[in-house]
């Protein structure tokens, strides 16, 4: 375990590389690096993983210049906040949970849209406040440029309302996903099938972001 540790602070030192950090801040990042193992491996040798993870997440936070940690807002407000009808479809069903482990927690809400075209939309949102820089690590456009195109498929990051985005698109199938990233916390991740993408923005829209903008400071320590 305390190897696999290791492991997750080797990846998160190469995130200055991939994401064009100057000198100074790398060099701070790696001396946070250092230290966080040390405190890793002392605490996974005396058995506390939940420690040994915390000792991580914290480590995360700083490298990455993160704001802190936050509690995750209720996953009911995150579910209010998908509406019953966007752009043209019916929501069919919807969902939302928290969960956590060792210290950490997210809160999610989800919902499923389709229309009689058999158009379908599925959108998720994910707080990512209590871990928002060990998370971040599984969105690898987040911390890197994409741009790919062959005849029948696309992928770009992009700017979407003033956030960071991904989106993906196979006109050959008419299949697509819009990821965005809101105030360096909310991931909002919506896949669609016989729609083409703009359809998939317009739900997207239809979510308003402002609204989880507006919560980016809720739960946030200090």
């Given at each position: 375990?305390?190897?696999t540790?290791?492991?997750l602070?080797a ?7 991939v ?6 801040r790398?060099?701070?990042r ?25 000792a ?17 807002v209720?996953f ?12 043209g ?22 919902a499923?849209?389709?229309g ?8 998720k ?26 005849n029948?498929e ?15 698109y ?13 105030a360096?916390?909310?991931m ?7 729609v083409?993408?703009?359809r998939?923005?317009a739900?997207v829209e ?14 946030r320590?200090?």
């Open positions: 375990m305390n190897r540790l290791l492991s602070l990846v998160a030192v190469l995130v200055p590389a994401a064009g950090c100057g000198p100074s790398e060099e701070q790696r001396e946070a690096a250092e230290e966080a193992a040390r405190d890793m491996e002392r605490r996974a040798e005396e058995g506390d993983l939940a420690g040994a993870m915390e991580f997440g914290n480590a995360m936070e700083r490298m990455a210049g993160g704001e802190g940690r936050a509690e995750p209720d009911r407000r995150l579910r209010d906040v998908l509406p019953e009808e966007a752009a479809l019916e929501r069919t069903s919807q969902s939302g949970e928290r969960g956590g482990a060792l210290g950490m927690a997210v809160s999610q809400a989800e499923v849209y389709e009689d075209d058999g158009a379908r939309v599925e959108v949102i994910v707080d990512l406040g209590n871990v928002p820089q060990i998370a971040m690590m599984g969105y690898g456009w987040a911390l890197a440029e994409v741009d790919r195109e062959s029948d696309y992928e770009r990051t992009m700017e979407f309302q003033g956030h960071r985005g991904y989106e993906k196979n006109h050959a199938n008419q299949s697509g996903e819009l990821n965005v990233l809101v360096g916390r909310f909002v991740e919506a896949s669609g099938r016989n083409e993408m703009d998939i923005k739900v239809a979510v308003g972001l402002g609204n989880l903008e507006a919560m980016k400071d809720e739960g320590e200090g």
